[in-house]
């Protein structure tokens, strides 16, 4: 019967052609479906693998970064180590030497010491770059090819112009550079040098790829992110990425290379060939079958059928055909309907990772990829309602939730529950009315949008839950069915892209926040401000900057310890930042200066204000572990864009500010001007020159006597620096040593001072001549000094000078900034006979205390009060004060700028001790002092000198 329907429908013409038509409009189409899918997907499957690739190599780069980082960060523990005075087993430390191979330290006058391994040659002669570690930054150098790599790792102990004290560490490559056990199944990395494009490593050096022809494709726009080349004839395929290392020290950047072999890559296109083909087969049996048996009743159908054939043939994935025939027609109809329907949610698939690895690439945030990905859901499933969870961070159970109803997005705030077991890492259905809220914080948003069950996918990377795919329907759904299969995938990609977002903001944070207050540091300032600079600049409004440095930080650092100081640190940075607006910058630069950007102000009563409530805030006590500490601050404010059109020039002008808040007495704010700049110019300059003139030794020393009133006689002399600019001549006293003070140069002039002192005073004594002590001017910061005891100690007795000719002039303001400290100090250098005298008594921290507890031998009357004598009575009333206290205590007194002769009467009257001043002498060059010796009466002099000796 069959037979015969085929024969006669075969031999008839129109049959004839009807079928040969039907079986070209059905086969054709489905052909070209086949290859264009085919194409379409082998297109696809080979940009996924090379971005897969790519993905890899840049994963790769990552842990080679956070090697070099947990590398550093060793380093700078082993060199905590070596900056004690105990000795150091390394053995004690296993845990630092991960990684590490050899570790060396070297100094510009000590041969190298190796605490541990056994470095190279290579590794002991590089030369480190002084000015760049000088600033306790870390150097890295990689070199050698292949299984001649090297990796040192440079880093600074200690420094100053003279020495230079370095750690360095010889890194494992294979530890450093080698892969792990999670690389990719079958995927081989190497490790090239940027710019010399040497190989550094490779985990299989025979499969090796052609790095100059994966250099040049990286280079080119446009290129694919894959390359092919061949190795024994098999081809393979390969992906770079270029990994820098500038973020933790400074050092080349890496080239790292992924490959695979191309079969591997792209096998999911070859199983795809075997679903394709024998769909194609089926397709052709079924036409066949069909057209021979239904075709003389059946043409209106098949009609439809090869209209739709070609409209899926132009991409129209989207168009049904609808059948009710109740025979083969409606079957093959759904037939197609489905592969139409498979074909769709793949290409939609495809689609959505696509842009989510796009997302990936461009470092998006993981709301933009929640976004992006439940977009892409509604589009791939037949449901109305989907939402994404993805948590904010590692460390937290906040969580965001963006549910998709109708095409319109809504986002929550949700938190996770504390308890997440077995079943959150499982895919499920579940109903939301059966649901407890306090298991499921999803369910309050469903039950309000109508949702009855929902599907829930977990997002889960490395047995770690980084947030939920959930499918919203009003019927129960099937777990197995193919869309819900593949969100499972696309689940797989978003938790990978959830992981690269928290990377790259974990990178940016430590690239761009301080890690102590957690404020911008000073990268991230610079760029926020010069973008503030240009808006200021076109839309034509004015900021100002609030430059702030902490007054007594470096004494409260100095004598309680780091851990002090980085507690009043960060006390500091939240007392400002509750002194400021949202929308205000605050950074800190460094140590103990701090920034305040105030982007939008009108006129300078916002600066003012903001200025004196954070001055006030700074005055407050710091409390840290139950010890006070008063630290008070000095602010500097400049206007941009007027002040400064350059991030770098606004800095300075608002650091030179903040200078002059300091020299009119700190705890106060100033404002920029120009004449302040060009004081702070000649400032930098003059303190550049001093440095220079104290290295060239062209300081002088000059000598002004003392005189006793008791009989006239000198009476010791006070030591007193000078200095001959070469183009400005003489610079005064005043304006160059509180630049020295400022800055570590005033320990060095300090010690050169006494060293010449006593060189001088040796010169005197070698020609039997007694001048008396002589006095010599001590900061605060020589006091804050380890070696300044020894230093005096060892001069004295390089030059045989007795202890008692040296007499040490302190202030009660250096005294008082590091009490305990300087007391202790003073006492030592007393119970070595050295005289300690207090210079310029009643104007500073005046303390009876201070006179109690510390050791001293003299009391020198402040120049303010006597050039007041005679003139004011309570100066007058100060100076006998001052003058009976230092009788009644057994101590000397001395009284300073001495220059009219009724000032020497009162004095005399009183029973002032000595004198010093132009009214009887300048300060004098050591020939002229030397001579002024000799034509003292030498006998008075040999009594004074026994006397003094006794």
């Known amino acids: 019967m069959v037979m015969r329907q085929v024969s006669t429908t075969i031999t008839r013409g129109v049959g004839r052609r009807i079928l040969v038509l039907f079986l070209l409009a059905g086969i054709l189409p489905v052909l070209f479906t086949a290859g264009l899918s085919h194409y379409e997907y082998g297109r696809a499957s080979y940009a996924e693998s090379a971005l897969k690739l790519r993905g890899g190599a840049r994963h790769y780069g990552s842990e080679i970064l956070m090697r070099f980082d947990d590398a550093v960060r060793k380093a700078g523990y082993i060199g905590e180590l070596y900056r004690d005075s105990a000795p150091v087993s390394l053995d004690e430390h296993a845990y630092l030497l991960e990684n590490v191979d050899a570790v060396w330290l070297s100094a510009t006058d000590q041969p190298i010491r190796i605490p541990y391994g056994r470095p190279t040659e290579a590794m002991l002669s590089i030369l480190p770059d002084r000015a760049f570690l000088a600033g306790g930054n870390t150097q890295l150098f990689i070199d050698g090819e292949g299984a001649k790599t090297q990796i040192v790792l440079l880093r600074t102990l200690a420094a100053d112009e003279q020495r230079l004290e370095t750690l360095g560490l010889a890194l494992n490559v294979e530890s450093i550079l080698g892969p792990r056990e999670s690389a990719a199944f079958a995927s081989d990395f190497c490790v090239f040098a940027a710019a010399s494009g040497a190989s550094l490593y490779c985990a299989d050096d025979r499969r090796r790829p052609n790095y ?47 490959s695979q072999p191309k079969a591997l890559a792209v096998e999911s296109m070859v199983n795809y060939r075997h679903v394709l083909l024998p769909a194609i087969v089926l397709v052709f049996v079924l036409v066949a079958v069909l057209s021979l048996n239904m075709i003389d009743r059946s043409l209106v159908p098949l009609q439809r059928l090869m209209t739709a054939a070609k409209q899926l043939a132009t991409g129209d994935l989207g168009l049904r055909v609808r059948l009710r025939s109740g025979d083969e027609f409606e079957e093959l109809a759904e037939a197609f309907n489905n592969m139409a329907d498979r074909l769709g949610q793949q290409f939609d698939a495809l689609k959505a990772m696509s842009d989510i690895d796009r997302l990936i690439l461009s470092g998006a945030e993981s709301s933009e990829l929640a976004r992006c990905l ?19 961070n590692k460390s937290s159970r906040q969580a965001t939730m963006i549910t998709s109803r109708g095409g319109k997005l809504s986002e929550d705030e949700i938190e996770l529950p504390e308890d997440l077991n077995r079943t959150w890492y499982q895919p499920r259905q579940v109903s939301i009315e059966e649901v407890e809220l306090s298991e499921a914080p999803y369910a309050e948003r469903f039950r309000e949008l109508g949702i009855a069950y929902a599907i829930v996918i977990p997002v889960v990377l490395e047995k770690d839950l980084m947030g939920m795919i959930l499918l919203g329907s009003s019927t129960r759904l099937s777990l197995n069915d193919f869309s819900t299969q593949r969100c499972v995938e ?36 610079n760029e926020r401000l010069g973008d503030m600079i240009d808006a200021a600049r076109h839309e034509k409004y004015s900021g100002g900057i609030l430059y702030l440095d902490l007054d007594r930080f470096k004494e409260i650092n100095d004598a309680y310890g780091h851990s002090v100081g980085d507690i009043v640190l960060s006390q500091a940075a939240e007392r400002v930042r509750s002194e400021v607006r949202d929308d205000d910058l605050v950074a800190r630069l460094g140590g103990d200066e701090f920034v305040i950007v105030l982007p939008r102000i009108a006129g300078n009563e916002r600066l003012k204000a903001t200025a004196s409530r954070i001055l006030t805030r700074m005055s407050e006590l710091f409390s840290v572990f139950g010890v006070n500490h008063f630290v ?52 930098i300059e003059l303190e550049r020159d001093l440095r220079a003139a104290c290295h060239a030794e062209e300081l002088d020393v000059y000598y002004q006597p003392l005189f006793s009133l008791e009989n006239g006689v000198i009476s010791g002399a006070e030591a007193l620096l000078r200095w001959e ?72 007795q390089r030059h045989a000078i007795h202890p008692c000719y040296l007499q040490l002039e302190v202030t009660e303001t250096t005294v008082a900034q590091n009490r305990d400290i300087a007391i202790d100090i003073l006492k030592r250098l007393r119970n070595h006979g050295i005289r300690i005298a207090i210079d ?111």
Request: glycine fraction near 8%.
């Open 632 to 683: 008070g601050a000095s602010i500097g404010i400049a206007l941009f864009p007027d002040d400064g059109d350059s991030v770098e020039t606004l800095l300075k002008n608002a650091d030179s500010a903040m200078y002059r808040a300091k020299e009119a007495g700190r705890s106060r704010f100033e404002f920029y001007n120009v004449a302040l700049n060009a004081e702070s110019r000649r400032k």
């Open 212 to 258: 100059a022809l994966l250099a040049q494709s990286a280079l080119e726009e446009g290129a694919s992110p894959g390359v092919e080349w061949t190795l024994k004839g098999e081809p393979q395929l390969a992906a770079i990425w270029r990994q820098s290392l500038s973020g933790i020290a400074r050092g080349p950047a890496l080239d790292i290379v992924a």
């Open 374 to 392: 439940v977009r892409n859901l509604t589009g791939i499933l037949d449901i109305n309602t989907a939402a994404v969870i993805a948590r904010e």
């Open 490 to 525: 696309l689940a797989g990609r978003f938790a990978v892209a959830l992981s690269s977002a928290e990377r790259a903001d974990a990178l940016f944070r430590k690239a761009s926040f301080d890690d102590l207050t957690g404020l911008p540091n000073r990268q991230l300032l």
């Open 840 to 950: 310029d008594f009643g104007t500073g921290y005046s303390s009876l205390s201070y006179l109690q507890n510390l050791p001293f031998d003299v009391i020198k009357i402040d120049k303010s009060f006597v050039d007041l004598i005679g003139k004011d009575e309570s100066s007058d009333n100060i100076c006998r004060t001052i003058i009976r206290m230092a009788r009644e205590l057994g101590k000397a007194s001395i009284a300073e700028g001495v220059e009219e002769e009724a000032q020497v009467e009162f004095l005399e009257a009183n029973g002032c001790d000595i004198v010093q001043g132009y009214h009887y002498s300048r300060p004098l060059p050591m020939d002229e002092f030397f001579k002024f010796i000799e034509d003292q009466d030498f006998h008075t002099l040999r009594r004074q000198a026994l006397h003094l000796v006794r």
């Open 725 to 796: 600019h070469s183009e400005h001549g003489f610079v005064s006293p005043r304006e160059f040593v509180p630049l020295a003070e400022g800055s570590d140069l005033i320990v060095r002039i300090g010690r050169w001072v006494v060293e010449q002192a006593c060189a001088d005073l040796r010169r005197i004594l070698d020609a039997k001549l007694h001048p008396g002590p002589v006095s010599i001017n001590v900061s605060a910061r020589q006091l804050g000094d380890p070696g300044f005891v020894n230093d005096v100690i060892e001069s004295l």
